[in-house]
């Protein structure tokens, strides 16, 4: 081989080498001890609220986005943040909120809402908000550098409140009721590895309640596709949902709600 040869294969030895240490840097996502997310939320509202009197009066049921005029399409900021401690223990913190204002005619009447009573043809302004804080660990019961498959247990902080106002100038109504609670969620998280760049997790959680006079479901789930750019900063594609079908007996805050929203989502996500 001339010098020319041996000088050529040395650059492409040298270059299969450099490339082979980079591929190396891009760890596997279970492997991550750190993971913070950052995006935004295209969210679909669906939404059906009754609240109750303080007499015990059943209020009328209602339809928010074709009754009282909420918005059915909302972008909303998505964060959460995984720690991992050992090679199967998680710890997970994420928040979800929804707010939104609503400003309609009422095409029909009356309708009960808690203590007041509304009638067709009143303008009203009405704020529905949903705030759910989740704080889980996570056993990974199958570890390992292509597939992760862990069982969650969350606590969820749930707080929805909303509230109507009517003003005109001889008319002064308004009513605010709120439905909290925080909820023990179990669920299933699923890491899959395809590629050193390409990865997908699932998380879905559940739970069936029936606590101090408060009872329904509150589901919540998240399906993700990340492209990883650089070795620590990944890019994700993903749809998520959250749905609360609840019904309170409570003294103060008698009432049902169910709730839904779901829709794509686009974030950001740093690992170390």
Known sequence: MNRTGRVLGALLLCSTATLAAADDDYFSPTRSRLALSLGVMQLDSSTSVSVDSSAGLVGTDLNG????????RRYEPKFDLALRAGARNRV???YFSLDRTGNTVLAVGPIDFGNVVLQSGYPVTTDLSLRVLQLGYGYSFWHGEKLEIAGILSINDTEIQSSIRVNTANLHIFDEQSLAGPFPTPGLDVTWAATKRFYFEGKARYLKLAIDKLQGSVSLYDLDAFFRLRPNIAFALGYS?????????????????????????????VEF
Request: hydrophobic residues 40%.
């Open 241 to 269: 949902g959250t749905r609360a079908d609840l019904v309170s007996h409570q003294a103060r805050n008698a009432g049902s709600v169910d709730f839904d929203a779901k829709g794509p989502e686009l974030f950001v996500r």
């Open 65 to 72: 986005e074709n009754e009282l005029g909420l918005d059915h």
């Open 92 to 94: 997970f913190f994420d």
